[in-house]
């Protein structure tokens, strides 16, 4: 089957059957697609090892073993984007360029740097790029040099996010990671001298062994790296992951709530005083650049658009959400069988994107809009600024220095302010 009758099948001119048997968008959900903020999200499920933390949607090599590999899945991807123009395309006004393009994992950078050119090039071929795009890519600082930065820059990459984790070797070890302490400011140092302007490094705190100087240590890292973007995360034991069966066994303690609130105030604290700011709970950027923030992900948080490609990948357009089967040589067969992935979908209901809306923007330096809550939410919000969680600025509702680590606790709050 043709790119152009998968396309149709997804626009519902003829009818599309999805991974499970019936997938359409409908007239509503395409109604104001290019209105809203529109970005493509690509999955590249393959990694070296598994990390012991991580829940992703990741393959090693041996896991696929000759099941799926990265050009079947390339060339399904081309398949899938191109169908995703198409079915964008259902309005006649054509499908929207992509203002953000964001390549993660798993990890991206195994592609090389001539497999995410191609990956940049089939999002060309399909959607094309708005002027002036942020195009990011996620890389393991292990399998990045100075002429991989050289030639995705060339290709057309903006962005580069690198995992860092940590700068002390046992705490990387309690992670399962596999890159050296210093190779992640190095690579971000070879990232600048390529000349992206904007380069992000991933820390994660209160891995069990972690000591306040390992933290210290990895953010005097950090800010030797000269980076203009940062994300930090409270370590999060995931289910089924050998991190989770270790602390069930006890060999390993969990992670300690009052020591978490601790490491975050303190890396605030440093990146404050580097000249950095938050913009969203557990990401800060370079206080007087507003591009240093990652556009991709403010769309999400903005509630826009977004398509979703490669095995598991999840999409967004007005108001439907859905996500692709998760295994790579079934994400291949399906689009070679002339469908879409889709494994899954929900038509989101007003409650859902109001509960949505309370969710994200609270976590954002923006602050929620008071116009979007009622009378007993208001309420709500009001008890949560008399106890010093957030205050009004405006017409939003920010969260204090105190209030963000609280912050599910002022969503839940908020959300339940009608039952009150």
């Known amino acids: 089957m043709s790119t152009t009758e998968i396309g149709e099948r997804a626009a519902?001119?003829?009818?599309?059957?999805?991974?499970?048997g019936g997938f359409v968008l409908s007239p509503e959900a395409l109604d104001g697609v290019g209105t809203r903020p529109f970005g493509v999200y690509i999955h590249v499920p393959?990694?070296?090892?598994?990390?012991?933390?991580?829940?992703?949607?990741?393959?090693?090599?041996?896991?696929?073993?000759?099941?799926?590999?990265?050009?079947?899945?390339l060339e399904g991807l081309r398949r899938e984007l191109a169908a995703g123009a198409e079915m964008l395309d259902a309005a006649g006004r054509g499908a929207p360029p992509a203002q953000t393009v964001f390549v993660g994992g798993g990890t991206p950078s195994l592609l090389g740097a001539d497999g995410l050119a191609d990956v940049l090039g089939a999002v060309r071929e399909s959607f094309g790029l708005a002027p002036g795009a942020e195009v990011t890519t996620e890389s393991n600082p292990e399998s990045t040099s100075p002429e991989f930065f050289d030639r995705i820059r060339a290709a057309g990459y903006t962005r580069v996010s690198l995992g860092m984790q940590s700068a002390a070797s046992h705490v990387l070890a309690v992670l399962d990671r596999t890159h050296t302490p210093g190779r992640p400011v190095a690579a971000a140092r070879e990232a600048r001298a390529?000349?992206?302007?904007?380069?992000?490094?991933?820390?994660?705190?209160?891995t069990p062994g972690e000591r306040d100087s390992d933290l210290e240590a990895s953010l005097d890292a950090v800010l030797d790296a000269g980076v203009d973007h940062v994300s930090a995360y409270a370590l999060i034991v995931e289910d089924g992951t050998a991190l989770a069966r270790r602390v069930r066994r006890g060999e390993l303690p969990a992670p300690d709530d009052d020591v978490l609130a601790a490491r975050y105030e303190r890396i605030d604290a440093r990146l404050r005083d580097a000249g950095m700011t938050w913009y969203e709970v557990s990401n800060w950027a370079a206080a007087e650049d507003p591009s240093a923030r990652c556009a991709h992900n403010l769309g999400y948080w903005d509630g826009g658009d977004w398509w979703g490609a490669g095995p598991g990948a999840h999409s967004h357009v007005g108001g439907t959400r859905w996500w692709n089967?998760?295994?790579?040589?079934?994400?291949?067969?399906?689009?070679?069988?002339?469908?879409?992935?889709?494994?899954?979908?929900?038509?989101?209901?007003t409650e859902d994107v109001h509960t949505e809306v309370v969710m994200l923007a609270v976590r954002l330096r923006t602050g929620l809009p008071l116009e979007v809550l009622d009378e007993g939410e208001r309420a709500a919000a009001d008890s949560v600024v008399a106890d010093g969680l957030a205050e009004v600025s405006g017409d939003h509702l920010?969260?204090?220095?105190?209030?963000?680590?609280l912050a599910d606790g002022v969503v839940r709050t908020i959300l339940l302010g009608a039952d009150r």
């Open 398 to 405: 920010i969260l204090t220095d105190r209030g963000r680590l």
């Open 12 to 20: 519902g001119k003829v009818g599309v059957a999805d991974a499970e």
């Open 325 to 349: 089967v998760k295994h790579p040589a079934r994400y291949a067969g399906v689009l070679a069988e002339g469908r879409l992935p889709v494994g899954g979908s929900e038509r989101l209901t």
């Open 194 to 206: 390529a000349g992206f302007g904007h380069v992000n490094l991933d820390l994660i705190y209160g």
């Open 46 to 73: 393959f990694c070296a090892t598994r990390c012991g933390y991580c829940d992703f949607n990741t393959y090693t090599a041996g896991e696929l073993g000759s099941a799926a590999s990265p050009a079947s899945w």
